[in-house]
């Protein structure tokens, strides 16, 4: 059985920093794409970035530059990382991680992350 478990969220001010994780474990998958998706207050759920097995890596516009999302793999586990630079208080919002493979697509819980202006 899948799970992700996010961690790392919070307060950061205007132009600091935070490094999300998100531990996936249970994965049946050689071939699987993981990302992060973001949904602020009154609004939908929006593309953040994304990796794929391969290590192939995409961004949404707004975060190309200031995010990097990595993957590392330890003891079964996949643990997926998004390193966020020079935050904005636009990025605020509740960070999902996501694993999607053929006919399978799987959402962590969502950790918070506030950036104050």
């Known amino acids: 059985q899948v799970q992700l478990v996010e961690s790392g969220g919070g307060l950061v001010q205007t132009g600091g920093s935070l490094r999300l994780a998100c531990a996936a474990s249970?994965?049946?998958?050689?071939?699987?794409?993981m990302g992060w998706f973001r949904q602020a207050p009154g609004k939908e759920r929006e593309f953040v970035a994304a990796?794929?097995?391969?290590?192939?890596?995409?961004?949404a516009d707004s975060v190309k530059g200031r995010f990097t999302i990595s993957r590392d793999t330890a003891s079964n586990t996949v643990y997926l990382h998004l390193q966020m630079n020079s935050l904005k208080p636009e990025d605020t919002g509740v960070y999902y991680c996501?694993?999607?493979?053929?006919?399978?697509?799987?959402w962590g819980q969502g950790t918070q992350v506030t950036v104050s202006s």
């Open positions: 990796i794929t097995s391969g290590g192939s890596t995409n961004y």
């Open positions: 996501n694993l999607e493979a053929i006919m399978s697509n799987y």
């Open positions: 249970g994965l049946t998958f050689s071939s699987y794409t």
